[in-house]
Structure formats: structure tokens, C-alpha cells
């Protein structure tokens, strides 16, 4: 079958770096997403990434290893409007969008 | 209005009743979804649309029942609900073709109670 897997929570101090992993066994690769949702709004698109290696959004990164079936967004200076969950996704082979549960970050002071 | 909207965005209703969820979306896109949304779960894809057609549907039971009257209005009727179908109901545009790129953006939910 196919799997999404992240830590289910994340804690982190305001101005500090975070890490969510995500790793995937699927059937075929066509990208992998990240979307940011609050509690109780809608999820929102942060990235997309199809190639190996590094894309930078300002405070937000995403990472991808297609050979490790490995992504992770690291976080920079974070904020207390960091505080979301963070879910993972990754279309197959079929274009089908896979689901992670999603990682809960809470962000301290 | 801009983005994706959905009414109501909570709804409490009996096992008995009838009532319907709508989604609206305003950025020209060609395909809908609808998604099913529990606790430490994940998304779980119930129903698309791309150009008004029903391209999928993954073995949701008949108490769920979508209609998609044009490419910018998506609704899904509820009836006869179980308890276990308490969850956030989301729906989701794009503009589908055959990219992996095709970013899916999201409405902000029908948190549904069923008693």
C-alpha cells in the first residue's frame, strides 16, 4: 500500500529552527507538496517540489530526497502564527494525491 | 469574494435528517473535490469532479451524494448520517490536467456534527 508518514507533534521556541520530516512509499512519484493548516481554516499551499535538493520561500524551505523517499520543511525564525499543523502529500504515479496526518507544531515562547 | 468558500461552516443534524454542504470556487479552475477530514487522519479524497464530470468516487457509502451543476459550484447531500461521519468536510479546486504541479486550494470546511 501506499504511506505518508510525519511525527505527529512537533514542539519549538519562538526564534528558533524547526524540522518536519516526511517519507513516502508510493506507487511512482510526480512531486510532493506541503500545505500549512491553521486550526479550523482551510489548508494552504506552501511548496511543491519534483526535484532533488533545496527550494527556499523566505522563512520556509522545502527538501526533497526521491532516492530516500525523504522530504522535510525547515522552518526559520519561528513565530507564534507558526503554530499549524503541517501536512504532507505526494501524487503517484496516477496524478493521485497522497495524504500524510499531518504534523502538529506548537510553537512556545 | 475570491478563493474557495463553503456553507455553512458548521452544521449539527440527527442520523434522520437531510441537509447539504456547498463549496464555491472563484479562480477559474476546472476540477472539484470533495474531502473528508478526521482527527489525526489523513485527508481522505471522497469525490472529484474535473469539467463537471465524476472522475472519482472511492467507495464512499450512498448516504454521501455529490452534484457538481457547473465547474464553479460543488455540493454535497447528506442523508440518514451515522455518528462515525462527525468529521471537517473540506472542499477543493485546481486546474487539473496532467502535472504534477497542479496545486489543489482549499476551503475553509463544514465542521459536521452528527448526533
Known amino acids: 500500500g501506499q504511506n505518508i508518514d510525519q511525527p505527529t507533534e512537533m514542539t519549538a521556541t519562538e526564534g528558533a529552527i524547526v524540522q518536519i520530516n516526511c517519507t513516502y512509499q508510493t506507487s511512482g512519484f510526480n512531486g510532493l507538496f506541503w500545505y500549512q493548516q491553521h486550526a479550523g481554516e482551510a489548508p494552504t499551499f506552501l511548496s511543491y517540489n519534483v526535484l532533488d535538493g533545496l527550494e527556499e520561500k523566505g522563512r520556509f524551505s522545502s527538501f526533497l530526497s526521491r532516492s530516500k523517499g525523504y522530504s522535510y520543511l525547515l522552518l526559520k525564525e519561528l513565530q507564534m502564527k507558526d503554530s499549524a499543523s503541517y501536512l504532507c502529500a505526494v501524487r503517484d504515479k496516477d496524478y493521485q494525491l497522497i495524504w500524510g496526518a499531518g504534523t502538529k507544531l506548537i510553537i512556545k515562547p | 469574494e475570491t478563493g474557495v468558500t463553503q456553507t455553512p461552516r458548521h452544521l449539527v443534524m440527527g442520523m434522520t435528517n437531510k441537509k447539504s454542504l456547498k463549496c464555491e470556487q472563484h479562480l477559474g479552475h476546472n476540477a472539484m473535490y470533495w474531502y473528508k477530514q478526521s482527527a489525526k487522519k489523513p485527508l481522505e479524497l471522497m469525490f472529484v469532479?474535473?469539467?463537471?464530470?465524476?472522475?472519482e468516487n472511492n467507495s464512499v457509502p450512498s448516504r454521501f451524494s455529490p452534484e457538481c451543476p457547473n465547474s464553479s459550484h460543488l455540493f454535497l447531500h447528506l442523508h440518514t448520517l451515522q455518528p462515525e461521519d462527525s468529521a471537517l468536510y473540506l472542499c477543493?479546486?485546481?486546474?487539473?490536467?496532467?502535472?504534477?504541479?497542479?496545486?489543489?486550494?482549499f476551503g475553509p470546511g463544514t465542521r459536521l456534527t452528527v448526533l
Open positions: 469532479y474535473s469539467l463537471e464530470e465524476r472522475v
Open positions: 477543493a479546486s485546481s486546474q487539473a490536467g496532467l502535472a504534477g504541479s497542479d496545486t489543489q486550494y
